[in-house]
């Protein structure tokens, strides 16, 4: 790929892919190593849709608002991010180049400076999830009440994640094509599940129908009573709830470099993960409500440090004796999962960085196996803030983290749609609109103004429960405002250093929309035919 060595070396904090080439003189390394397989892309994809968010963090959604409130809350989040990842699809569809990402069309479509500071959230954000996915293992093993103190399964948990980084990438690849297949069989049982318990197949064959949207009631109070309280309980919710969905779209794109025929699947990807949400997501907290009361005492915020799945609870006042055991090692495992994808994501970026000449040379260092290593020591080492569990509660320690999280994950959609209006322009000025017509996003431009509208919104409202009378705490409002000013330091002080003489935006006319298309446009393959009616069903699997 002649192109990529020029992109890379324009892009700040692009995912660079694995088969970047040096020249043959280098050795190995120097580069990190292509090892992951169509498989192992196909399913992780799938699976990457499925986290502790759904498994753990919607029982707190559940606690907050109720089950109509928890349902409304993730069909809003579901369509505002049907907006972003619309535009996304678009934008790599038309440039799926080797090794791009958001922050790479933030360099391209807005300036080199965006390029950076996305570069860079993304790394401290990625880096930082791991702890957070830690602290949810923790919180789900809590369920069987060990007798073993919190540092000792912090550590060992940490451990685990952090020396599966340390194998090659196909090792990587391997396990996450096994924990992601386990996700998905396991999210389909539980739906099944869900039905036949709601048509009373328990063990005490009463159906459940919707006696948990009726006790205490569908849509609760939170923080104060009544109409008010109702809202709050729902704007609660819908904060919160974003956790579940972070940086799904972005990870899309990322594949793009990765695919076969991009310029043809990519859209198709984009309008699939759009059903997965629906099915997952959507139908999985429907599931939950019907399932479990929301004033169940061992919910995450139920109490102090409880924190066990609502699927686990939901299977154990249901009577199925054992079944709650093993929802909650497969639980386990996801969040142990989820910890080992986004140490990978965070060594990758911040190697991404190093290359393009933004952070110090030492973390392109890889090992012969093609591991970044002093980059993945780097994002490992935030995961020591998972020791905060020992000085509070597990419970509380996980709301910070999420906070953070969903503060980046807000301003990485901002960002998805400006960047998207930009390279919109871009099209426009240059004659290229009726050149991509085909890849053009039906709801496009509008979808994704009202998505950066929303998430805008919510973003200033990450917090807002801090602002209610009698309720104000630093740690709260700091962790869920922290990563405003973070970025805005990152974006300044590149703009006042090395980028004091870059344009604060590229001129539409400027912006380069032709290197490397050709060579996209030459790999393109014909579209499979599918002429039997199931093949159709492939869509959510593909």
Same mark, same amino acid.
């Given at each position: 790929?002649?192109?990529?060595?020029?992109?890379?070396?324009?892009?700040?904090?692009?995912?660079?892919?694995?088969?970047?080439?040096?020249?043959?003189?280098?050795?190995?390394?120097?580069?990190?190593?292509?090892?992951?397989?169509?498989?192992?892309?196909?399913?992780?994809?799938?699976?990457?849709?499925?986290?502790?968010?759904?498994?753990?963090?919607?029982?707190?959604?559940?606690?907050?608002?109720?089950?109509?409130?928890?349902?409304?809350?993730?069909?809003?989040?579901?369509?505002?991010?049907?907006?972003?990842?619309?535009?996304?699809?678009?934008?790599?569809?038309?440039?799926?180049?080797?090794?791009?990402?958001?922050?790479?069309?933030?360099?391209?479509?807005?300036?080199?400076?965006?390029?950076?500071?996305?570069?860079?959230?993304?790394?401290?954000?990625?880096?930082?999830?791991?702890?957070?996915?830690?602290?949810?293992?923790?919180?789900?093993?809590?369920?069987?009440?060990?007798?073993?103190?919190?540092?000792?399964?912090?550590?060992?948990?940490?451990?685990?994640?952090?020396?599966?980084?340390?194998?090659?990438?196909?090792?990587?690849?391997?396990?996450?094509? /096994?924990?992601?297949? =386990? %996700? @998905?069989?396991? *999210?389909? #049982? $539980?739906?099944?599940?869900?039905? +036949?318990?709601?048509?009373?197949?328990?063990?005490?064959?009463?159906?459940?129908?919707?006696?948990?949207?009726?006790?205490?009631?569908?849509?609760?109070?939170?923080?104060?009573?009544?109409?008010?309280g109702r809202l709050v309980g729902f704007i609660a919710t819908l904060v919160f709830s974003v956790y579940a969905f972070a940086f799904a779209p972005e990870l899309l794109v990322i594949t793009g470099g990765e695919m076969d025929s991009p310029r043809r699947n990519l859209p198709k990807a984009?309008?699939?993960?759009?059903?997965?949400?629906?099915?997952?997501?959507?139908?999985?907290?429907?599931?939950?409500?019907?399932?479990?009361?929301?004033?169940?005492?061992?919910?995450?915020?139920?109490?102090?440090?409880?924190?066990?799945?609502? /699927?686990?609870?939901? =299977? %154990? @006042?249901?009577? *199925?004796? #054992? $079944?709650?055991?093993?929802?909650? +090692?497969?639980?386990?495992?996801?969040?142990?999962?989820?910890?080992?994808?986004?140490?990978?994501?965070?060594?990758?970026?911040?190697?991404?960085?190093?290359?393009?000449?933004?952070?110090?040379?030492?973390?392109?260092?890889?090992?012969?196996?093609?591991?970044?290593?002093?980059?993945?020591?780097?994002?490992?080492?935030?995961?020591?803030?998972?020791?905060?569990?020992?000085?509070?509660?597990?419970?509380?320690?996980?709301?910070?983290?999420?906070?953070?999280?969903?503060?980046?994950?807000?301003?990485?959609?901002?960002?998805?749609?400006?960047?998207?209006?930009?390279?919109?322009?871009?099209?426009?000025?240059?004659?290229?609109?009726?050149?991509?017509?085909?890849?053009?996003?039906?709801?496009?431009?509008?979808?994704?103004? @009202?998505?950066? *509208?929303?998430?805008?919104?919510?973003?200033?409202?990450?917090?807002?429960?801090?602002?209610?009378?009698?309720?104000?705490?630093?740690?709260?409002?700091?962790?869920?405002?922290?990563?405003?000013?973070?970025?805005?330091?990152?974006?300044?002080?590149?703009?006042?250093?090395?980028?004091?003489?870059?344009?604060?935006?590229?001129?539409?006319?400027?912006?380069?929309?032709?290197?490397?298309?050709?060579?996209?446009?030459?790999?393109?393959?014909?579209?499979?035919?599918?002429?039997?009616?199931?093949?159709?069903?492939?869509?959510?699997?593909?």
């Amino acid at each position: 790929m002649a192109h990529a060595a020029s992109d890379s070396e324009k892009d700040p904090g692009m995912m660079k892919s694995s088969d970047t080439h040096y020249g043959d003189d280098l050795q190995p390394t120097d580069s990190t190593r292509r090892g992951l397989k169509s498989r192992h892309a196909q399913m992780i994809a799938l699976g990457g849709t499925i986290g502790t968010g759904l498994f753990v963090g919607a029982g707190q959604g559940l606690h907050r608002g109720g089950p109509a409130t928890l349902l409304i809350a993730y069909i809003v989040i579901t369509l505002l991010l049907f907006g972003v990842a619309t535009a996304t699809g678009e934008m790599s569809a038309y440039m799926p180049v080797p090794g791009c990402s958001m922050a790479y069309y933030g360099n391209r479509f807005g300036s080199k400076s965006i390029g950076v500071t996305m570069g860079w959230v993304y790394w401290y954000i990625f880096a930082i999830t791991v702890p957070a996915e830690i602290t949810a293992t923790h919180l789900v093993i809590g369920y069987w009440n060990p007798p073993l103190p919190t540092a000792f399964w912090l550590t060992i948990i940490g451990i685990v994640i952090i020396s599966l980084n340390l194998f090659p990438v196909k090792v990587y690849g391997e396990t996450e094509f /096994w924990f992601a297949s =386990i %996700k @998905v069989f396991a *999210i389909i #049982g $539980l739906l099944l599940l869900t039905v +036949v318990l709601f048509f009373g197949g328990g063990p005490s064959h009463q159906p459940l129908w919707f006696s948990n949207w009726n006790d205490p009631a569908p849509m609760k109070s939170y923080i104060v009573e009544g109409g008010v309280g109702r809202l709050v309980g729902f704007i609660a919710t819908l904060v919160f709830s974003v956790y579940a969905f972070a940086f799904a779209p972005e990870l899309l794109v990322i594949t793009g470099g990765e695919m076969d025929s991009p310029r043809r699947n990519l859209p198709k990807a984009s309008r699939r993960y759009f059903y997965r949400l629906i099915i997952f997501y959507v139908f999985g907290v429907l599931a939950i409500g019907i399932l479990v009361n929301s004033n169940n005492p061992g919910l995450l915020g139920g109490t102090n440090d409880a924190g066990s799945s609502p /699927w686990a609870l939901g =299977i %154990k @006042v249901a009577s *199925i004796s #054992g $079944l709650d055991s093993v929802v909650n +090692v497969i639980i386990v495992l996801s969040a142990w999962s989820a910890g080992n994808s986004y140490l990978y994501l965070a060594s990758r970026a911040l190697y991404s960085i190093a290359e393009a000449g933004n952070a110090p040379k030492i973390f392109t260092r890889c090992t012969k196996s093609g591991i970044p290593i002093y980059a993945t020591a780097m994002s490992a080492s935030v995961s020591a803030l998972a020791y905060m569990n020992v000085s509070s509660s597990s419970a509380t320690v996980f709301n910070w983290f999420i906070n953070i999280i969903n503060t980046g994950a807000f301003q990485s959609w901002i960002f998805c749609c400006f960047i998207y209006f930009r390279y919109r322009k871009a099209t426009a000025v240059q004659g290229i609109p009726t050149a991509s017509e085909a890849l053009r996003a039906d709801p496009e431009p509008y979808a994704a103004w @009202v998505s950066m *509208i929303g998430f805008t919104i919510l973003l200033l409202l990450n917090g807002f429960t801090v602002f209610i009378d009698g309720q104000w705490n630093v740690e709260t409002f700091i962790s869920a405002y922290i990563g405003i000013p973070i970025t805005i330091a990152i974006y300044t002080i590149h703009k006042c250093t090395a980028g004091r003489h870059d344009p604060w935006l590229t001129a539409p006319e400027d912006i380069d929309l032709h290197t490397g298309i050709m060579e996209v446009a030459l790999q393109e393959n014909p579209a499979p035919v599918h002429d039997k009616w199931y093949h159709k069903w492939r869509a959510i699997f593909e």
